[in-house]
């Protein structure tokens, strides 16, 4: 399964999950539809109804739009190119599915002032500090994400066994112990969340906060178990498995699929939980401050509160009124394309040939390839150079990259033994350099370039040795 077939599948899902989360803020919640405070009963309005029917069918075209195209341009030749492809046009989607919600917004904010409902005098945003400070006896406990990644963390260093190198350990256990900090921090944030009073009725108040808590602790842990069992999966490109790349790649896209399926799950389960509740109330309280949504997230200058709760109940907003959540979601964003670009740069570098590189010093020679650390070996470790017709047959790929134009990054070739390659797959020749602790592989697109690079290196190495 190569990785365009798994990006395919995954962007897809995203489509979907775009699509039905987008749906969600267009249904009737607590008086809010699209950011939009509707009176009570109005919300089987002929022009409500249009406008929410007209924006799901929009949402529909554009995420199938999308996920057509996705699936068009996987027959592309080039899979270099295809995930590249794939790459931007996630960035387009993400902007595309922004500028839909703002467009609905506004189509019912124009319904609303067309009908000339005025909420009555505009109420104050309550907040219960007692709601914060009770007790969530719901709440998912911390020792089961303690317990989590001190098991990751044990498995982990199974790592060093099968060949043991502590390089291979080190890695994986700094990125099960980020997973752990990071989840830790969102733990405690999700445990004083803030608690927006919704009703007269203080069981029904602390019953949603709890819910909603709760949920929020269950997706952390479900998030945590997802990545500690990639990184569990990963281990089996250490333990030599047979056909272990591609065990790695279907559980990867099982579990993201099993992911995006719970996570809808259980916050759409919230969010009935929640409206139940509140039907069953006498008086729902909200806050007629559609003109601070009015792009789809909080905007109020006003409000010192940086984190707010959203209007539908189900996530967190940052007010991007004041200036520190203006830095807070100007990160996010930056932080969120500039990984999508990072992989695109050496993804369209990986497309020439030319960016495989052996350069030749006076004592040492320096290898250079897309996705793959530079490597610099003196001719005095070298052991052997061999001129092969192909590179021999790998057991598994342990980091780098691996498309049908290249194989660049660390392998465990059929002996179990560590290489690295900086290798262009259409290339007739490949130079092979052997030191005592590790074998290199190298090629280009042009045969005669290898050639020559072969004899020019021989007689660098053999003008060292002598």
């Given at each position: 399964?190569?990785?365009?077939?798994?990006?395919?599948?995954?962007?897809?899902?995203?489509?979907?999950?775009?699509?039905?989360?987008?749906?969600?803020?267009?249904?009737?919640?607590?008086?809010?539809?699209?950011?939009?405070?509707?009176?009570?009963?109005?919300?089987?309005?002929?022009?409500?109804?249009?406008?929410?029917?007209?924006?799901?069918?929009?949402?529909?075209?554009?995420?199938?739009?999308?996920i057509?195209?996705?699936?068009?341009?996987?027959?592309?030749?080039?899979?270099?190119?295809?995930?590249?492809?794939?790459?931007?046009?996630?960035?387009?989607?993400?902007?595309m599915?922004?500028?839909?919600?703002?467009?609905?917004?506004?189509?019912?904010?124009?319904?609303?002032?067309?009908?000339?409902?005025?909420?009555?005098?505009?109420?104050?945003?309550?907040?219960?500090?007692?709601?914060?400070?009770e007790?969530?006896?719901?709440?998912?406990?911390?020792?089961?994400?303690?317990?989590i990644?001190?098991?990751?963390?044990?498995?982990?260093?199974?790592?060093?066994?099968?060949?043991?190198?502590?390089?291979?350990?080190?890695?994986?256990?700094?990125?099960?112990?980020?997973i752990?900090?990071?989840?830790?921090?969102?733990?405690?944030?999700?445990?004083?969340?803030?608690?927006?009073?919704?009703?007269?009725?203080?069981?029904?108040?602390?019953?949603?906060?709890?819910?909603?808590?709760?949920?929020?602790?269950?997706?952390?842990?479900?998030?945590?178990?997802?990545?500690?069992?990639?990184?569990?999966?990963?281990?089996?490109?250490?333990?030599?498995?047979?056909?272990?790349?591609?065990?790695?790649?279907?559980?990867?896209?099982?579990?993201?699929?099993?992911?995006?399926?719970?996570?809808?799950?259980?916050?759409?389960?919230m969010?009935?939980?929640?409206?139940?509740?509140?039907?069953?109330?006498?008086?729902?309280?909200?806050?007629?401050?559609?003109?601070?949504?009015?792009?789809?997230?909080?905007?109020?200058?006003?409000?010192?509160?940086?984190?707010?709760?959203?209007?539908?109940?189900?996530?967190?907003?940052?007010?991007?009124?004041?200036?520190?959540?203006?830095?807070?979601?100007?990160?996010?964003?930056?932080?969120?394309?500039?990984?999508?670009?990072?992989?695109?740069?050496?993804?369209?570098?990986?497309?020439?040939?030319?960016?495989?590189e052996?350069?030749?010093?006076?004592?040492?020679?320096?290898?250079?390839?897309?996705?793959?650390?530079?490597?610099?070996?003196?001719?005095s470790?070298?052991?052997?150079?061999?001129?092969?017709?192909?590179?021999?047959?790998?057991?598994?790929?342990?980091?780098?990259?691996?498309?049908?134009?290249?194989s660049?990054?660390?392998?465990?070739?059929?002996?179990?033994?560590?290489?690295?390659?900086?290798?262009?797959?259409?290339?007739?020749?490949?130079?092979?350099?052997?030191?005592?602790?590790?074998?290199?592989?190298y090629?280009?697109?042009?045969?005669?370039?290898?050639?020559?690079?072969?004899?020019?290196?021989?007689?660098?190495?053999?003008?060292?040795?002598?």
């Open positions: 399964m190569n990785s365009a077939l798994i990006l395919l599948i995954i962007f897809s899902l995203c489509g979907v999950l775009f699509y039905f989360v987008g749906c969600i803020s267009a249904g009737w919640h607590n008086n809010i539809i699209l950011e939009t405070t509707i009176p009570k009963g109005e919300d089987q309005n002929p022009k409500v109804k249009a406008v929410t029917k007209l924006y799901k069918k929009r949402l529909l075209q554009t995420h199938a739009g999308f057509l195209l996705y699936l068009f341009l996987f027959f592309w030749q080039n899979e270099n190119e295809i995930i590249i492809t794939y790459l931007i046009l996630l960035m387009f989607q993400i902007m599915t922004c500028l839909l919600q703002i467009w609905g917004i506004r189509k019912m904010h124009a319904v609303k002032q067309e009908e000339s409902w005025f909420i009555g005098e505009k109420h104050e945003i309550i907040m219960d500090t007692k709601l914060v400070l007790k969530n006896q719901d709440l998912v406990p911390f020792k089961w994400l303690l317990l990644f001190v098991i990751s963390l044990l498995t982990s260093i199974l790592a060093y066994f099968p060949a043991r190198r502590m390089a291979d350990v080190i890695p994986l256990g700094a990125l099960t112990l980020l752990f900090i990071i989840s830790f921090f969102t733990y405690l944030l999700v445990k004083k969340m803030p608690a927006k009073v919704l009703s007269e009725d203080k069981k029904v108040n602390q019953y949603c906060i709890n819910v909603t808590r709760k949920t929020w602790s269950k997706f952390i842990l479900a998030l945590d178990v997802f990545l500690y069992l990639i990184i569990l999966f990963n281990l089996a490109l250490f333990w030599g498995i047979a056909h272990a790349v591609v065990l790695v790649n279907s559980g990867i896209l099982v579990l993201t699929g099993f992911l995006l399926l719970y996570i809808f799950y259980i916050f759409l389960k969010l009935h939980q929640r409206d139940t509740a509140l039907a069953s109330t006498k008086e729902v309280f909200f806050a007629d401050d559609d003109y601070f949504w009015r792009y789809g997230i909080y905007m109020n200058p006003e409000d010192p509160r940086i984190m707010v709760p959203d209007r539908v109940g189900m996530n967190i907003s940052v007010n991007i009124g004041r200036p520190l959540g203006k830095m807070i979601m100007s990160a996010t964003v930056i932080m969120l394309f500039t990984i999508i670009i990072l992989c695109i740069i050496p993804l369209a570098q990986s497309g020439n040939p030319e960016a495989f052996l350069d030749l010093g006076n004592n040492t020679l320096e290898l250079n390839a897309p996705l793959t650390s530079s490597t610099t070996l003196d001719y470790k070298i052991k052997k150079i061999v001129l092969l017709d192909s590179v021999p047959d790998m057991n598994m790929r342990i980091n780098g990259a691996a498309t049908d134009s290249i660049t990054g660390y392998f465990l070739n059929k002996k179990n033994e560590k290489v690295k390659l900086f290798v262009w797959n259409h290339s007739k020749k490949v130079i092979a350099i052997y030191t005592n602790k590790m074998t290199f592989y090629s280009n697109q042009s045969d005669m370039k290898i050639k020559q690079k072969y004899q020019e290196l021989k007689e660098s190495v053999n003008k060292k040795v002598n």
